[in-house]
């Protein structure tokens, strides 16, 4: 298991050996990426699940932090789904880049109960390892390029430590220069 210099005070073990730290459909796609053993995942407290609450008490920057939504939108009477990913310092361009690349009118983040039936995953644990064939995986560009990331396992009790050049190898996945913008200060 290599070294994750992002884990401050996690324990972080090799996700392929410990299942039970991630949602069902987690540790299904894990079994298909090449790259499985070297994903880490570390157990946390679920009531810190939330990134800025997480970070602070685990030690991990914020600037290596990405965050998964759900956003779909409809064309022609037909709801489009896709995951984003982008890092944690920034939010992603729902009504501009995705609105474009779904093809539709207008795009939003989808209902929790929507995206949590959807993905069967808890809400605040979604990741894109995992998400159902056929939907878009967009990566901004800077969480494909970073070395070293934590992201959600698909359930709140646990966090996934792994490199952008592994999300960007998922099936579906897209990377696409200026999907996340500044958040405002």
Do not use: H
Request: charge should be negative; glycine fraction near 10%; proline fraction near 6%.
């Amino acid at each position: 298991m290599r070294t994750w210099n992002i884990a401050g005070s996690l324990r972080v073990v090799p996700a392929t050996e410990n299942l039970a730290l991630l949602a069902d459909p987690v540790g299904k796609a894990l079994a298909d990426l090449a790259t499985a053993g070297e994903v880490g995942v570390a157990e946390i407290d679920p009531e810190l699940a939330d990134t800025a609450e997480f970070c602070a008490a685990y030690s991990s920057p914020l600037t290596a932090s990405a965050n998964c939504v759900v956003v779909a939108g409809k064309r022609g009477g037909e709801l489009r789904y896709a995951a984003c990913l982008v890092l944690a310092t920034t939010r992603a361009d729902v009504n501009g880049v995705v609105r474009k690349r779904l093809d539709v009118r207008k795009a939003s983040f989808a209902p929790m109960d929507t995206a949590v039936e959807l993905t069967g995953m808890a809400y605040g644990g979604i990741t894109p390892i995992g998400l159902p064939d056929g939907w878009p995986i967009l990566l901004d560009s800077a969480v494909a390029e970073a070395p070293e990331l934590v992201i959600g396992s698909g359930i709140r009790g646990s966090k996934l430590l792994v490199t952008g050049a592994q999300l960007a190898e998922l099936p579906g996945a897209e990377v696409l220069d200026g999907l996340a913008i500044p958040i405002p200060e």
